[in-house]
C-alpha cells in the first residue's frame, strides 16, 4: 500500500492540469493512512502522503481559480450589459 501511495501521488502532481490530482491525491493520501503500521511510517507512505498533499492542494487551487475566472467574466458581462460598453468618443 505504501507503494501504492507514492505513485498515486506522483501522478496526482502530474495530473493537476487535468484535475485528476483531485482523485488521485485523495487515494494517495488514503493509501498512505491505511499503510501505517503501529506508530511508524514508510517512507514510501511519507512521499505518496506528500506529493498526494500537493496535489490534492493545488488542483483545489486550480479549480477555486477556474470557478473564480467565471464569475469574474460574468461579473464583466453583467456589468457591461448593464452600465453600457466603455469609453465612447
Not at 490534492?56 to 457591461?80: D, P, Q, R
Amino acid at each position: 500500500m505504501a507503494v501504492a501511495s507514492m505513485i498515486l501521488g506522483i501522478i496526482s502532481i502530474v495530473s493537476i492540469c487535468f484535475c485528476g490530482g483531485v482523485f488521485f491525491g485523495s487515494l494517495a493520501i488514503l493509501f498512505a493512512f491505511l499503510s501505517k503500521t503501529g506508530s511508524e511510517m514508510d517512507n514510501n507512505a511519507k512521499i505518496g502522503l506528500i506529493t498526494g498533499g500537493i496535489g490534492l492542494g493545488l488542483s483545489i487551487l486550480i479549480i477555486i481559480g477556474i470557478f473564480g475566472l467565471g464569475l469574474a467574466g460574468a461579473f464583466m458581462e453583467s456589468s457591461h450589459a448593464i452600465y453600457g460598453g466603455g469609453m465612447h468618443a
